[in-house]
Nanobody, 123 residues
């Protein structure tokens, strides 16, 4: 059974950092591209970052470029979202997502979602 489970959310002050983790089980982790999404109250779910199966290619939403870093450890198997210089507008529920492919093709290719972890950026 495929499972992806997020952890690492919490409350942080503006300018602070958090690292989200997503632990995977039930499938050959190194064969799938993975991503992080977020959804703030009253807003649509948006892609934050994505990474190919081998970790050689990444892409980011413009709003997080230079502040967030997606990575993966295929030996764990876990993937991560390091979030630095957090802003109040980063407040959202963050979800990890597994696609059906080696490369990242988009949301239509996502077939498994985590349950979400809350990130709140506030002073």
């Amino acid at each position: 059974q495929v499972r992806v489970v997020e952890s690492g959310g919490g409350l942080v002050q503006p300018g602070g950092s958090l690292r989200l983790s997503c632990a995977a089980s039930g499938f050959t982790f190194s064969s799938y591209a993975m991503g992080w999404y977020r959804q703030a109250p009253g807003k649509e779910c948006e892609l934050v970052a994505a990474i190919t199966s081998a970790g050689g290619s990444t892409n980011y939403a413009d709003s997080v470029k230079g502040r967030f870093t997606i990575s993966r450890d295929n030996t764990k198997p876990t993937w991560y979202l390091q979030m630095n210089s957090l802003k109040p507008e980063d407040t959202a529920t963050y979800y990890c997502a597994r696609t059906q492919s080696v490369y990242w093709y988009g949301t239509y290719d996502v077939d498994h979602w985590g349950q979400g972890t809350q990130v709140t950026v506030s002073s």
